[in-house]
């Protein structure tokens, strides 16, 4: 059984209320980086992989794609990114990733945000997307950075006072599962090393065009002071590549 935390009720709440859920792409701290990475969306064909409330999807249909499916384990997920679209070339697909299963070539772009890691093989999911994409086709991708995940304990270490003193890192090289905790439940992801992300791509026959380590924009740092904290260690990791 995939795991599916946001189809539980005080999950889901709590996720819909974090910043990134209700200012949409403007309020994801590395959004300004994954967009520069995407290429050219008029007239493509896009399959985004944890849709989650149809974001990424909008924005392709907004920048003229010719069709866009999002796919996503989570009932509610969808019915929110549903209520939130009004667009007959945007189709909504309940369904883990794990499990997709489309053409030989039938994507020129295929996007993620933030959901590989929680899931248990990226070399299954890195083939299949080399499958579906067209020759030259993109793959754009977001996961928590190998570093964020490395422990169980994805946190600051805190002085007495509770000021942040510093994020370790161990157990790097140990891939595998972290049960951790992320807004009001314990949920499981899946550490890898930056190698195994890189090595998987390679191994299934990508051509790597960009990694990006992204910080948030001027404008976050301005506006949000704990968002300086982010400098200190990468929370997230971009990476782009080529059939």
Same mark, same amino acid.
């Given at each position: 059984?995939?795991?599916?935390?946001?189809?539980?009720?005080?999950? $889901?709440?709590?996720?819909?209320?974090?910043?990134?859920? /209700?200012?949409?792409?403007?309020?994801?701290?590395?959004?300004?980086?994954?967009?520069?990475?995407?290429?050219?969306?008029?007239?493509? +064909? /896009?399959?985004?992989?944890?849709?989650?409330?149809?974001?990424?999807?909008?924005?392709?249909?907004?920048?003229?794609?010719? %069709? *866009?499916?999002? *796919?996503? &384990? =989570?009932?509610?997920?969808? #019915? #929110?990114?549903?209520?939130?679209?009004?667009? =007959?070339? !945007?189709?909504?697909?309940?369904?883990?990733?794990?499990?997709?299963?489309?053409?030989? %070539?039938?994507?020129?772009?295929? !996007? =993620?945000?933030?959901?590989?890691?929680?899931?248990?093989?990226?070399?299954?999911?890195?083939?299949?997307?080399?499958?579906?994409?067209?020759?030259?086709?993109?793959?754009?991708?977001?996961?928590?950075?190998?570093?964020?995940? =490395?422990?169980?304990? #994805?946190?600051?270490?805190?002085? @007495?006072?509770?000021?942040?003193?510093?994020?370790?890192?161990?157990?790097?090289?140990?891939?595998?599962?972290?049960? +951790?905790? $992320?807004?009001?439940?314990? /949920? &499981?992801?899946?550490?890898?090393?930056?190698?195994?992300?890189?090595?998987?791509?390679?191994?299934?026959?990508?051509? &790597?065009?960009?990694?990006?380590?992204?910080?948030? %924009? @001027?404008?976050?740092?301005? %506006?949000?002071?704990?968002?300086?904290? @982010?400098?200190?260690?990468?929370?997230?990791? !971009?990476?782009?590549?080529?059939?």
């Amino acid at each position: 059984m995939k795991q599916n935390k946001y189809d539980d009720v005080n999950f $889901f709440t709590s996720y819909k209320s974090m910043p990134r859920s /209700v200012k949409g792409l403007e309020g994801a701290g590395e959004w300004h980086v994954l967009k520069e990475l995407l290429p050219e969306l008029e007239n493509k +064909t /896009v399959l985004d992989l944890g849709c989650g409330f149809g974001w990424h999807c909008r924005y392709a249909r907004e920048q003229q794609a010719r %069709s *866009v499916i999002g *796919v996503d &384990i =989570s009932e509610r997920m969808l #019915q #929110q990114a549903r209520e939130m679209t009004n667009d =007959s070339s !945007i189709s909504y697909m309940k369904m883990p990733i794990e499990d997709i299963d489309f053409l030989d %070539s039938q994507f020129d772009v295929v !996007i =993620s945000s933030l959901a590989f890691h929680y899931i248990s093989s990226f070399d299954t999911i890195c083939k299949k997307v080399y499958e579906y994409l067209k020759p030259e086709g993109s793959f754009v991708f977001s996961v928590e950075h190998p570093i964020f995940t =490395s422990r169980n304990e #994805q946190d600051w270490f805190y002085d @007495e006072k509770g000021n942040r003193l510093h994020w370790a890192v161990d157990n790097y090289q140990m891939e595998g599962l972290r049960e +951790t905790s $992320f807004l009001t439940e314990n /949920v &499981i992801k899946y550490h890898r090393t930056l190698s195994t992300y890189t090595n998987d791509l390679i191994g299934a026959g990508f051509k &790597i065009r960009n990694v990006k380590e992204p910080t948030p %924009s @001027e404008n976050m740092l301005k %506006s949000i002071p704990e968002m300086k904290d @982010e400098l200190r260690r990468p929370m997230f990791l !971009i990476i782009s590549a080529e059939k």
